[in-house]
């Protein structure tokens, strides 16, 4: 059980390139996120899936676009990167169960964009 | 908007209880409090959950005032290894919003 991977692991970028970071989790949860976080910050949400087939935008959407390809995978693309985007991104999972559910972490991947 | 408050930063002796507070006056009747942590160079992990009554598992405990308002995870015995960042997170039923939480240091 690998709980929720992440692909790259680290990526560097030039200014206007394009990439899609994956997620997959093998746990069967519904609902899905992709955040993003800051050196000294707290993550804050880009998007989200609830559920198979739906994507809703989080705080922070504006330079992104999101797949939920099936239930395991959720993958987030920058069409046209920008040195604002430099962050650490984080994939989660979360249990279905309403209020009360666990959210599942991935490691993370380390994007820079020159 | 996390929507929680809590002490930027904390300092802990090896081997010594800490408490860790958070103030959430504005929480609904349905939302839980939730903690999480997140090690150096690592992902968010969960640590712990309640609603109204204190609860416990095996990496600590969470005290729930008794109007809500505020909450207290306690860490028993504070090891380097709990050094990190934790999140005091109301959750309802929409994705869990994280503030910038409390950074924990444990001195040996």
């Known amino acids: 059980n690998a709980g929720v991977t992440q692909t790259p692991k680290f990526q560097v970028l030039k200014t206007g390139q394009s990439m899609t970071l994956q997620c997959a989790q093998d746990?069967?949860?519904?609902?899905m996120y992709w955040y993003r976080q800051d050196p000294g910050m707290g993550l804050r949400l880009i998007y989200y899936s609830a559920s198979e087939g739906t994507t809703d935008k989080g705080e922070v959407p504006n330079g992104y676009n999101v797949s939920r390809l099936n239930k395991r995978e959720f993958s987030l693309r920058l069409e046209s990167a920008a040195p604002s985007q430099t962050s650490v991104y984080f994939c989660?999972?979360?249990?279905?169960?309403?209020?009360?559910?666990?959210?599942?972490f991935g490691p993370g991947t380390r994007l820079t964009v020159l | 908007d996390a929507k929680t408050t809590q002490p930027n930063s904390m300092e802990s002796n090896e081997e010594e209880p800490v408490h860790l507070p958070c103030n959430h006056s504005?929480?609904?009747?349905?939302?839980?409090i939730h903690w999480y942590r997140q090690l150096p160079s690592q992902g968010p992990e969960y640590v712990i959950h309640g609603l109204t009554s204190n609860v416990n598992n095996r990496m600590a405990s969470l005290a729930i005032a008794e109007d809500r308002k505020s909450s207290t995870l306690i860490l028993h015995r504070a090891t380097l290894r709990d050094a990190a960042v934790y999140y005091c997170?109301?959750?309802?039923?929409?994705?869990?919003?994280f503030g910038k939480g409390t950074r924990l240091s444990v001195i040996a």
């Open positions: 989660a999972s979360r249990t279905s169960g309403g209020a009360y559910g666990t959210q599942y």
């Open positions: 997170i109301r959750g309802g039923n929409t994705p869990l919003v």
């Open positions: 504005t929480i609904s009747g349905t939302d839980y």
């Open positions: 746990m069967n949860h519904n609902s």
